[in-house]
């Protein structure tokens, strides 16, 4: 088990709040200490010679105050710390290498009231070098999905042609941790067009649907076999969607205890640290919390 904390990240809007109970919760079952950060931003433009000298004290600090009233009265608790910081929106991501997960609400006290995911929160999910869990604020919905089997679950978005380890280790553990099943979602491409330059039209193939649909469901399923023998008590199950797969994991997200996804590897053309559309789209939207998950240092 590792001893790194669980950090929360608080500004003292109501989104963070949600997100610490999350973090709590997540450092008891981890048997971790719970780290409660707030970091004083400062423009991305500010001199640092023009930046007040001296780190804040977390005595002083209205937010970390609100936070420990907040807490206090439980009767089971993690070991707490407080942090006082000072920073642009990377300080806040430069801690995820001294944490083991790291928490925030969807949105804070900045930006516009319209967006549902800040940039803070953006920056952390992209460039954190640990998982980050962004919490909604409770109350979103999403359209209906297919009917599921009551009880905890946690989605795994899969994609069959890039499966992501670090993305499948993460889910399964957290699954065992809560009790939960494992649903993973792997969605494929249909209808399939082919673009012939003979005729300058598009056509259909000959492939069908139920085929298509079995190949991608038994890729999931060869996977997630390995991970299944390292988890035994956790049950997996693969949906198979065509279309829109970020459509496919909002969907599922309805009453899911956790939706976990993968964050881009480093590419040759690319080496900046990227978050691909889905994952994006997922924390825009997902009713559930959502686990963005590094690659494994040596991919990334």
């Not at 669980?6 to 999350?22: F, K, M, Q, Y």
């Not at 969607?241 to 969907?251: I, K, N, Q, R």
Request: hydrophobic share 45%; glycine share 8%; net charge negative.
């Amino acid at each position: 088990m590792s001893t790194l904390p669980v950090i929360a990240a608080v500004d003292g809007s109501d989104d963070s709040l949600v997100a610490l109970d999350w973090a709590f919760e997540a450092a008891l079952t981890r048997e971790a200490q719970l780290s409660v950060v707030h970091v004083q931003q400062y423009p991305a433009w500010a001199r640092p010679d023009s930046l007040p000298v001296g780190r804040p004290e977390p005595e002083d600090d209205t937010v970390l105050n609100l936070a420990r009233r907040y807490l206090a009265g439980r009767e089971e608790k993690p070991t707490i710390a407080y942090h006082a910081l000072e920073g642009a929106v990377g300080t806040l991501s430069a801690l995820g290498s001294t944490a083991q997960l790291l928490v925030l609400g969807s949105r804070g006290r900045g930006g516009f009231a319209s967006l549902l995911l800040g940039s803070t929160g953006l920056a952390a999910a992209r460039d954190a070098e640990c998982p980050v869990v962004v919490v909604p604020k409770p109350g979103r919905r999403v359209h209906e999905g297919p009917p599921v089997e009551p009880g905890p679950r946690v989605v795994v978005g899969l994609q069959v042609d890039s499966p992501d380890e670090a993305t499948l280790s993460f889910a399964f553990a957290e699954a065992a941790r809560r009790g939960a099943r494992l649903q993973a979602v792997a969605a494929y491409t249909w209808p399939l067009h082919l673009w012939t330059t003979a005729t300058a039209q598009i056509v259909q193939p000959a492939e069908d649907q139920d085929a298509v649909e079995a190949e991608t469901r038994s890729l999931a399923e060869g996977f997630l076999a390995p991970h299944r023998a390292r988890h035994p008590e956790v049950r997996a199950e693969v949906t198979a969607a065509p279309g829109d797969a970020a459509g496919a994991l909002v969907a599922a997200s309805q009453d899911a205890a956790l939706v976990v996804v993968g964050r881009h590897r480093r590419r040759l053309l690319a080496p900046a640290r990227m978050m691909g559309s889905v994952t994006q789209a997922v924390l825009l939207h997902a009713t559930s919390p959502v686990a963005v998950v590094p690659p494994v240092p040596a991919e990334d």
